[in-house]
């Protein structure tokens, strides 16, 4: 009993140093970013946060979600509507995850009672249906023009008022909720998410009840797009409807696709192509998709795993191991 | 106004049925879901547009080479290229790939023009008024062809050989395979109907709101609704299924709510699955492979 309660907290120990670093890492680069870079650099992790939750669904419950920018929109609206009446982000944040969740729960009952694909189509209504009212209830979403002057956080005589502060708080938000992502993995919860991803009969038999778990899984990624629109708020300080329109859902899908989904490090590679690959092209928005969707199929058709089948070939060539989400 | 809303709504349903049929068939013949159905009658419309309205040429010559590049591309190379290669490696992998095709589409139609394109229709789009009503000339075409291209496709497949094995296939892979039958070209064929199907659902569609890049979207997922309130597995389903989805659209907008049309569409969808989730009219499936 001892040896093994050293272990687990000496591995913890080993892990906590890593997160630290990682941390150190995250905190220090805005620091030599420019005033536009931090921008990208904020809206990267943001888009991150929302890319582990569709990850999640996509990978480790074989489910489709087309309403990641849906949900991201919920947290966003739900920050700014609280914000701007006076509310602290800090509790505003937390409502607009719990939110995103509770609807999450209610859209994805119906469709994952059913073995077909239907959730990926309800989640395409959905998406519509959110727009809409994000769109046509001006009393409480402003409408068209949207809600502005959605100020940023503080604690108290702290304030993360400036790009450079308030990029770091993204920063650390976001690793808190990767970290969270990979500690849910790895509970006894994440092993029944791989077991259905596996052999969805094998993981009936022995017990796992399925469709409560894909429920739980949709409902844990649209928190995560959640968190991610609450984020977004304050970042731009002002939210519109055409920033939740359905192809920013397709966005991440592209997203986990060219990262490969399924995997840890999915989200990560597929978020840093699809955000900085447009800032160097410069191109339109429209090319951008097209040439990431056709990168999909090309995944999809080649390399299944995606960007983080290079990345293993890397992380191989560079350490003689294999990567931490394989060795899993 | 109501028998004209009865007609519009069979106008405008008679299209999602037909896009819901070649959906039913492709899902019936290789379970593959096409989530790029929307887009593939964009598509169609557009490449209508190049042979008339780029390259003047008569329209039904024009329809004619659509097919045969619809054919070609929207059936067989789609199916060839993408859908061939990634079925075994599962359903899953199937629909991310028709998600990313109907997006490359969507984005790739762009180029050629993001406006609303006037298309071309035989007929007048002027409505005619008819005793107390008005008729559109265009609702009555888009019933009548809809009707024939359905009749014709019962037909095909009742009647003739290749109709007949591709039930067959429809019915057991399996066993259509021990009884000697191609099912490798049986399922190209399907893709090719089906891409014939959206051909028609395209040159019906296109004249009554306009052919723009991103008109799949909502096309696409009427058909798919269309499919799921009538049933996945029958093609009679599709068809009944199309046809309320368009009774459905007409009669909110004209009596409930313009805006929110979408919200009842998506609720009386919602209500099939949870209490008749294999459809209407659909029966329940027996899986013979996992999926």
Sequence with gaps: ????????????????????????????????????????????????????????????????????????????????????????????LPIGAVVSFGIGLILGFPALKVKHHYLAMVTIGFNFIMYKLFENQEAITGGYYGIFD??????????????????????????????????????????AFKMIRENEVRAQIVGVDIRAYKLIVFAIGSAYAGVAGGLLAPLLGYIEPTLFELTISFDFLLMVLIGGRGRFEGPLIGVVVVILLPEFLRITNQANLLIFSVIAVVVL???????????DWVFKRLTGENPPSLTK | ???????????????????????????????????????????????????????????????????????????IIFRKVVIERLIKTGLLSVICATIAVSIMVRNSLIFYTAESMAFPSIVSKEAIPLLTIRLSPLDVLNIALAALVIMALQLFIRKTKPGKALQAVAQNRDVAEVLGIDVGRMTTLAFAINAVIVTFAAI?????????????????????????????????????????????????????????????????????ILFKPEGIWGTKEVWSREL
Aim: glycine share 10%; no cysteine.
């Design chain 1, 150 to 191: 959605i100020t940023r956080p503080s604690i108290g005589a702290l304030r993360f008022e400036s790009d450079l502060a308030y990029a770091r708080v993204i920063a650390m938000i976001a690793l808190v909720m990767v970290i969270i992502m990979y500690w849910i993995l790895n509970t006894r919860w994440g092993r």
């Design chain 2, 1 to 75: 106004m109501i028998f004209q809303l009865v007609i519009g709504g069979t106008a405008t349903g008679a299209i999602y049925a037909l896009m819901a049929m070649g959906f039913s068939l492709l899902w019936q013949t290789s379970q593959t879901i096409n989530f790029a159905q929307g887009e593939f009658v964009a598509a169609a419309a557009f490449i209508m547009l190049i042979f008339y309205d780029s390259l003047n040429l008569p329209y039904v010559l024009s329809l004619v080479l659509t097919i045969v590049v619809a054919v070609g591309i929207l059936g």
């Design chain 1, 301 to 311: 058709l080649v390399a299944p795993e995606g960007g983080a089948s290079l990345w």
């Design chain 1, 1 to 92: 009993m001892r040896v093994s309660k050293n272990t687990a907290l000496r591995s913890f120990l080993a892990k906590a140093w890593k997160f630290a670093a990682i941390a150190a890492v995250l905190l220090i680069i805005p620091r030599f970013l420019g005033i536009y870079t931090i921008y990208v650099y904020s809206w990267l992790l943001v888009y991150l946060i929302a890319a582990y939750g569709l990850n999640l669904i996509l990978g480790y419950a074989g489910q489709i979600s087309l309403a990641q920018a849906a949900f991201m929109g919920i947290g966003a609206y739900v920050v700014a509507i609280l914000v701007t009446r006076g509310i602290s982000f800090w509790i505003a």
């Design chain 2, 204 to 272: 019906l569609v296109a004249p009554v709101y306009a052919a723009k890049y991103n008109m799949g979207l909502a096309l696409g997922l009427r058909a798919f609704y269309a499919a799921i309130i009538g049933g996945f597995n029958q093609t009679r389903g599709a068809l009944i299924g199309g046809l309320l989805i368009g009774y459905i659209e007409v009669f909110t907008i004209a009596y409930v709510t313009s805006q929110y049309s979408e919200v009842v569409i998506l609720l009386i969808v919602i209500g099939v």
